[in-house]
Nanobody
Framework: QVQLVESGGGLVQAGDSLRLSCAAS????????MAWFRQAPGKEREFVAG????????YYADSVKGRFTISRDNAKNTVYLQMNSLKPEDTAVYYC??????????????????WGQGTQVTVSS
């Protein structure tokens, strides 16, 4: 059974940092492009960051560029999202996603085959 399990969310103050982890099991995710999405209350799910299957090329939404860093450790089947200088508008449920056999990460949720259950990030002002 394929599973993505996120962890690391929590309640922090503006300006703080958090590191999210996504542990994958049930398949070798080194074959997949990976990404983080988020969904705030009353808003649509949006792309946050993605990382390619090979060479670790990374892509970011403009709203998080320069503050967030996505990385992956294929040996551990784990993807990370380091979030610095957090803002109240970063408050959302954050989801990890995998695009089966994709080399490059897309920005649309429909391009992803596997999803985690989400982890809540709340940033107070």
């Amino acid at each position: 059974q394929v599973q993505l399990v996120e962890s690391g969310g929590g309640l922090v103050q503006a300006g703080d940092s958090l590191r999210l982890s996504c542990a994958a099991s049930g398949r070798t995710f080194s074959s997949d492009a990976m990404a983080w999405f988020r969904q705030a209350p009353g808003k649509e799910r949006e792309f946050v960051a993605g990382i390619s299957r090979n060479f670790g090329s990374t892509y970011y939404a403009d709203s998080v560029k320069g503050r967030f860093t996505i990385s992956r450790d294929n040996a551990k089947n784990t993807v990370y999202l380091q979030m610095n200088s957090l803002k109240p508008e970063d408050t959302a449920v954050y989801y990890c996603a995998a695009a089966r056999w994709a080399t490059m990460p897309g920005t649309r949720g429909s391009e992803y085959n596997y999803w985690g259950q989400g982890t809540q990030v709340t940033v107070s002002s």
